[in-house]
């Protein structure tokens, strides 16, 4: 057995390893914008880096109906088509010893389901379970596959004439994150409503106390009247507060995946072009760390608030 | 002041002061997760869990900054 040095590997092996990222190491540098600047005579025309471009509206490929296709919406189809993909051929044949692909989702979707628990409770849980899921598998599956080689590359004649790119990571156009932050909020205020019936809509219309202290004011009692008129409009106030905050978690949600991915996009895309193949493998590692964070926050806030909207005060107050 | 030159400014400020906040934000986040954790190691599942949250919440705000940034440099 060779002698094991670093990383497992034996000798020859390690220096072969080193050998050649030191020559995509010098490779890279020369052709990228520094090696360019410094050396600029002597290289070849070839070996050159173009300047990265990141616009942020997403460009239009083709027009289906009279909707405008961009490179976005192929991106997401091509998350659609792969969940659904793993989910229907993990599914046709379903053992009770499990082959390895059924038990790699089945350990994710069980993980999922105690997280969904851990935190709204046992019955909620498993209420919440499907929408939770499908948030954080879809904003995940987004943010991963946006990292494979051909997304951002790939070069197509775009609607006017222009060359676009044909996929670009779909958590990159602002409207994806909206329409996730919308499907949470209505999802939220529908759960609220069916666990605690309209009831639920007197947290922001909260005019109960004002219009018993006018009550009371009329008929004679106006120390009480008084005091009850004050409460009744703090409580408005509070009411009105509450409903802006809702409002407001819709631009917060949106804004927050938008921002991360969007960031995320243009680091790669400016560490791609300063040293080229080599300078890029750390912030892959973050961009992977941050997809999956971000779709736990996601996820993970659409179910607190859930859980906040189902419990009624009562339970709350002990 | 000439234009590009005011808008490079605001870019630079905005950034630079708006970042502070979540900076700080997330450094006590950070501190007081490591106490508690050093106080009681058995926590370690929902002490983690509530500092993630915590943490995802003051960096929307950063996040709110660089938006700002962005659609300042897009300014043309």
Redesign the interface.
């Given at each position: 057995m060779p002698k094991r040095g670093w990383l497992g590997c034996s000798f020859p092996i390690l220096a072969g390893m080193l050998i050649v990222f030191l020559a995509l190491f010098v490779v890279g540098f020369l052709s990228g914008p520094l090696g360019r600047s410094m050396f600029g005579d002597v290289l070849p025309n070839w070996l050159s880096v173009p300047r990265p471009d990141p616009k942020?509206p997403a460009e239009t490929i083709f027009h289906l109906f009279g909707f405008p296709i961009t490179n976005s919406i192929v991106a997401a189809w091509l998350t659609i088509v792969g969940l659904v993909g793993i989910s229907f051929g993990v599914t046709r044949r379903i053992k009770l010893i499990p082959s390895r692909w059924q038990s790699a989702l089945e350990f994710l979707l069980g993980w999922l389901l105690s997280f969904c628990q851990s935190v709204a409770g046992e019955k909620n849980g498993r209420r919440f379970f499907p929408i939770v899921t499908t948030i954080f598998l879809f904003v995940i599956m987004n943010a991963w596959l946006s990292l494979l080689p051909g997304f951002g590359s790939i070069l197509v004649t775009g609607s006017e004439g222009v060359t676009v790119h044909l996929l670009r990571g779909a958590n990159t156009d602002i409207n994806l994150p909206l329409a996730l932050a919308l499907v949470s909020f209505v999802f939220v205020e529908y759960f609220g409503i069916r666990s605690r019936g309209f009831r639920y809509l007197g947290k922001f219309i909260n005019v109960g106390q004002f219009f018993r202290s006018t009550g009371q004011l009329f008929r004679g009692r106006l120390k009480a009247g008084l005091s009850g008129l004050f409460t009744g409009f703090i409580d408005i106030f509070v009411g009105i507060l509450e409903t802006l905050s809702e409002l407001v978690r819709i631009i917060?949600f949106t804004?927050?995946l938008?921002?991360?991915m969007?960031?995320g996009e243009i680091l790669l895309l400016i560490a791609a072009f300063l040293i080229p193949w080599v300078f890029a493998l750390p912030f892959y590692g973050l961009e992977l760390l941050i997809g999956f964070?971000?779709a736990?926050?996601f996820s993970?806030?659409t179910l607190?608030f859930l859980t906040i909207a189902v419990t009624s005060h009562k339970v709350e107050a002990t | 002041m000439e234009p590009e030159v005011m808008k490079m400014l605001a870019i630079g400020l905005a950034v630079g002061l708006g970042m502070l906040g979540p900076g700080l934000g997330i450094g006590l986040i950070g501190y007081s997760a490591m106490q508690a954790l050093g106080r009681n190691p058995e926590a370690r599942g929902p002490i983690m869990t509530n500092m993630?949250?915590s943490i995802?919440f003051a960096?929307?705000i950063g996040?709110?900054v660089?938006?700002v940034a962005?659609i300042l440099a897009?300014i043309v």
């Open positions: 942020l917060s804004f927050r938008f921002g991360n969007t960031a964070v971000q736990l926050i993970g806030l607190v | 993630i949250l995802a960096e929307a996040i709110y660089l938006i962005i897009m």
